[in-house]
């Protein structure tokens, strides 16, 4: 059930993505590459959270389309660049060639360049029906969870930490900043055009919280016991760099019951909702513990 | 008069840029590489351009502090990625080691991509006293002059344009784009903020124009007789990577008289405006031309 949802969910974010970059034609080599670079058979959770959010309060999924897909955007362009020779030197994500193997470096870089400038004209010139002091709002935050406070910084840690043990809280850092603000912040976007109360904001924070680090452990886990035709990149690269995970840290089994643990209080955090209001939100948590890529 | 008033200008600017970047801590070597990147002796005339709007129409200059910043940022950032081996491989920028040299090709990336995302929220968090649906506006006319439709664009066809001859077209398109968006966006900026009338908004937008060309074509000029001492950079490296130029397409007595021809337009077509009131703006597009660095 879960499945169909999110298929048809990721369906429609990617039409979304389509319809915005296809207005996109020159200089072709960038507006080509940055289609390649988000039309990727990507799972989408970022849009798909936001979207769950309008739907839990009865709003248009129109009302975040565009802010939806600009996330995806910058994403999209934090994976181009981190996929460079300079920095993780990747060939492949999800099977095909990154896009500086297909494009070129030059191209990659300002390919990367042009989706995260196109996301905010996305939000400024696609949005409908949301108010100018929301969309303020909502630029501000993703501007500052994906930046030098947020994703670039967890980022840049998470690059300065390779080959070297870090303590838990540094660790913590790079996984509360590298993928979790990215994950938070479709969430929290969701509370603004959905003017959330307080304590609603809280829970949904929370939740949005707990299933980012709950995928970040998961992603861990499969580096070392995944499967290469699953995840779409070689098994074992974390180990290769030497860099500190959950299983370096606690072992495996330990990691596996942290993984669980999160992923329980992720499911107890949004009590305060109705209960078959939230059951996509419940399933999306397991979902994000169990997968298998 | 005109040298103490771009000074006093460039030092409110460098002030403002300080005062915001200060605020950044964590990862140092982002927080320090996007101050040396930004507080690089720049002649900042992008954001000036937008402090000369708000003198024209009596406005507060505070008003457009940050956004002049933002730009200032953005154009930062793309001098940052322009200079990465993958690109133009510069070691040196205005006498000192570009970004990457000092800091890291993998940080260089980052510390860009850092700038860019900050830009915005320097608009969005720091700005007071202008409204939000003003505030969209401007954002998305950032986004769009800087990214695949403008600054971004005109920086691929260049790239592309490297070792071959191009027709006046192409080389009309990289000048429009890759350097004449980012002049033209503080001026248009200005415009939204002081509510200026369409005919203004007209005349001020082909001033920027004409400026941003006339400062392209010195650019090209300066390339070939400039002094290092003065530019900073070695002279010649246009001809090195056989760029189409002005020059190269027209000789340099005839780009030097498009050049004056494109100077004495810019200072015409601010006449719907009382004299004195444009004074800076005819000494401006003078010193653009008439420039030794």
């Known amino acids: 059930m879960l499945k169909s949802y999110l298929r048809e969910k990721r369906e429609l974010i990617d039409k979304n993505i389509e319809i915005y970059l ?7 080599v960038i507006a080509e590459g940055m289609k390649y670079s988000v039309l990727n058979g990507g799972k989408r959770l970022r849009p798909i959270l936001l979207l769950m959010i309008l739907e839990l309060y009865g709003k248009s999924l129109e009302l975040g389309l565009p802010t ?23 060939e492949y994500r999800r099977g095909k060639l990154t896009t500086h ?6 191209e990659a870089i ?9 996301s905010f004209s ?15 709002k909502i630029i501000g935050k993703i501007s500052r969870y994906s930046g030098v406070n ?8 998470d690059i300065e930490s390779e080959k070297k043990l870090v303590s838990f809280d540094t660790l913590k850092y790079i996984h509360t900043n590298k993928t979790g603000k990215l994950i938070k912040l479709p969430v929290e976007i969701g509370t603004i055009i959905c003017e959330s109360s307080q304590d609603e904001f809280k829970a949904l924070s929370k939740y949005a919280e707990l299933i980012g680090l709950a995928f970040q452990i998961k992603d861990d886990i499969l580096d070392i016991e995944g499967d290469f035709e699953k995840i779409g990149k070689p098994v074992g690269s974390d180990v290769e760099l030497e860099k500190t995970t959950y299983p370096s840290l606690f072992g495996m089994e330990e990691s596996k019951k942290i993984l669980k643990s999160t992923i329980d209080q992720a499911k107890e955090v949004l009590n305060i909702f109705d209960k078959e209001k939230i059951e996509n939100f419940i399933l999306l948590a397991e979902y994000i513990g169990y997968r298998e890529n």
Chains 1, 2 share one sequence.
């Open 122 to 136: 996305i939000v400024t010139d696609e949005t409908k029906d949301v108010s100018s002091d929301k969309l303020v």
């Open 110 to 118: 300002l390919i990367g360049d042009a989706l995260l400038t196109h």
């Open 101 to 106: 193997k297909k494009f070129g470096e030059a």
């Open 22 to 28: 296809n207005k996109l034609e020159y200089p072709t």
């Open 150 to 157: 947020g994703m670039i910084g967890g980022q840049m840690i």
């Open 68 to 90: 939806a897909v600009a996330i995806e955007l910058i994403h999209s362009y934090s994976l181009v660049h981190d996929d460079l020779p300079a920095l993780d030197n990747d």
